[in-house]
């Protein structure tokens, strides 16, 4: 682990983030892990850039321990380490600690506190942290926001264009994903630590995103449960996804499913979709933002200009226009194109008129006068003086 690192705060602490932290995480953490993690917060307050032997030095820690303690903090998902290309670590990215409601919702963390307290640890921290009671008999007055400005001025359009940015990463039923089929006898292959709500949407997501079924997906993350199954490594899984040839076809008509399976669609059976095409249709998708019916509409657009053929470049160039120009649906892409088209019709027909112009007018005239035989006898005669002159010069040198 590298001295100098990164240190990345939570802007969304709440007030009782150290009560959070103790009574619930500390439990099933430990009391190292904890103290690791407030220093944490104490040195980002300070400035983003932290020496973590000022770390160790002021919270007692050995290099082993620290270690031990950022990988129980990685595993609550209370910090997200990153690294560069030489494994040294980068940058610690500090996650600010659930409230007791979404803990104990939480299918892993939930568990995990009820095993580590039991019954009365439980109860124990109802008390603890019970509703406050109010003295004697009170009528709330508080005031309310008003909504009805907001139901007359609030579009589905607003509504939509809303979501790209409150977007619920962890809504396991935001992609058509059988679930009773993925888990069907896998209760000790995927074990329930696993089953977290953030790791079943991501499940969802690349099934959907690949056009992977739910026994081909389960085949995936089963391969890659790592440390005793503790957790899923995503980066090893799309890593296999980006070259896995177990990709459905879909609809060539349908513009709304996943753009590498519109693209399988769209090809021979017997052509394969390469790991570089399918890594720039998932950035399209989920760094570009762009949905798929616009995304598939250029897939269509390119292979129509290009023979059947399929040019990462061109793609690349095309989507990057369609989000300067904030293009969200696929009539607005097409009319994109269209203008496109137009602009680029015209520069050619410009250009041709311009290099046309600047070329001499007897440039395209054919002469149709045909040589008279003194011309001819002329030009021989001609001919023979210079290659007599340069001849007599030669000797003469």
């Known amino acids: 682990m590298s001295s100098e690192c990164q240190i990345i705060i939570p802007y969304d602490l709440s007030m009782h983030w150290i009560a959070d932290l103790n009574l619930l995480y500390r439990p099933i953490a430990g009391a190292q892990a904890c103290l690791v993690y407030e220093f944490f917060i104490s040195l980002g307050e300070l400035g983003d850039q932290a020496d973590l032997e000022d770390l160790k030095t002021l919270s007692g820690c050995s290099d082993a321990m620290l270690e031990a303690a950022l990988c129980k903090l990685e595993e609550l998902m209370l910090v997200h380490t990153f690294e560069e290309e030489d494994h040294a670590v980068c940058a610690i990215e500090v996650v600010a600690p659930k409230n007791q409601e979404a803990f104990l919702s939480d299918p892993l963390l939930g568990r995990l506190f009820f095993e580590a307290v039991g019954e009365e640890g ?121 070259k896995t040839r177990k990709i459905g076809s879909g609809n060539p008509d349908d513009f709304m499913q996943s753009p590498i399976t519109f693209l399988k669609s769209r090809q021979p059976d017997n052509a394969d979709i390469l ?3 399918r890594k720039l249709l998932a950035s399209l998708v989920e760094e570009k933002k762009l949905p798929n019916e616009v995304i598939n509409t250029l897939i269509e657009y390119c292979m129509k200009k290009n023979e059947d053929g399929f040019h990462a470049g061109f793609v690349r160039t095309l989507a990057n226009n369609m989000v300067r120009a ?64 340069e001849s007599d010069a030669e000797d003469k040198a």
């Open 326 to 389: 904030k293009v969200t649906t696929r009539q607005a892409c097409l009319e994109q194109l269209e203008q496109s088209d137009a602009s680029a019709k015209t520069r050619r027909k410009y250009k041709t008129k311009r290099e046309k112009e600047k070329l001499p007018e007897w440039y395209d005239k054919i002469p149709e006068e045909k040589s008279t035989d003194a011309d001819i006898e002329e030009i021989m005669r001609l001919q023979q003086a210079i290659l007599g002159g």
């Open 275 to 277: 790991p570089s095409e």
């Open 122 to 242: 439980m109860e124990r921290l109802t008390r603890l942290r019970h509703p406050v009671a109010r003295k004697g008999k009170m009528r709330n007055i508080t005031a309310r926001i008003e909504t009805n400005v907001l139901e007359t001025v609030w579009t589905l359009q607003k509504e939509e264009a809303m979501k790209e940015y409150v977007q619920d990463w962890h809504d396991v039923d935001a992609y058509p994903f059988n679930w009773n089929e993925f888990f069907q006898g896998m209760h000790n292959a995927i074990p329930t630590r696993v089953r977290s709500r953030e790791n079943m949407s991501r499940i969802a997501h690349l099934a959907n995103l690949y056009g992977i079924d739910e026994k081909s997906m389960r085949v995936f993350v089963v391969r890659h449960l790592r440390e005793k199954k503790s957790w899923i490594d995503f980066e090893a899984i799309v890593s296999d996804l980006e």
